[in-house]
């Protein structure tokens, strides 16, 4: 398996987002597996704040050179806050995928979807398995 980052504080899906708790709020990205499999990031598209999200549903599309992928949400609720920034820097997804390339806040509706996530050891069980 390559060397991926994955951070242990945070918890992750098998759709390869990630999901960090701030207070009544959690933070979500993709992975440094997602971006590196993605190639350069060319275009983000978030939702607008107030918009509902259903866990495993898209909320949003990540285009790179190679393709264009759907965002899932990792829990059901509604977004708070989405990463402007990206509107006019997408790189930021490739450059710090779990620093300022995140991409929407969303105050879960459903706290016990929050549990059923992957720790960092499942999430990189998760790749592998996908590599083999």
Not at 2 to 7: G, L, R, S, T
Not at 54 to 60: I, K, L, M, N, R
Not at 107 to 114: K, L, N, T
Request: aromatic share 6%; glycine share 8%; with cysteine.
């Amino acid at each position: 398996m390559a060397d991926y980052q994955i951070p242990d504080e945070l918890l992750y899906t098998s759709d390869d987002e990630w999901v960090r708790r701030e207070d009544d709020r959690v933070i979500v990205g993709v992975t440094d597996f997602a971006q590196s499999q993605l190639g350069d990031i060319v275009f983000v598209e978030l939702p607008e704040v107030g918009t509902a999200t259903e866990a495993g549903t898209p909320f949003g599309t990540i285009e790179s050179v190679k393709a264009v992928s759907d965002l899932l949400a990792p829990v059901s609720g509604e977004v708070v806050a989405r990463n402007e920034a990206l509107e006019d820097q997408p790189e930021q997804v490739n450059e710090a995928c779990y620093g300022d390339g995140w991409l929407i806040a969303i105050r879960p509706s459903e706290p016990g979807e929050i549990d059923a996530l992957l720790d960092a050891a499942g999430y990189a069980q998760s790749i592998a398995e996908r590599e083999t």
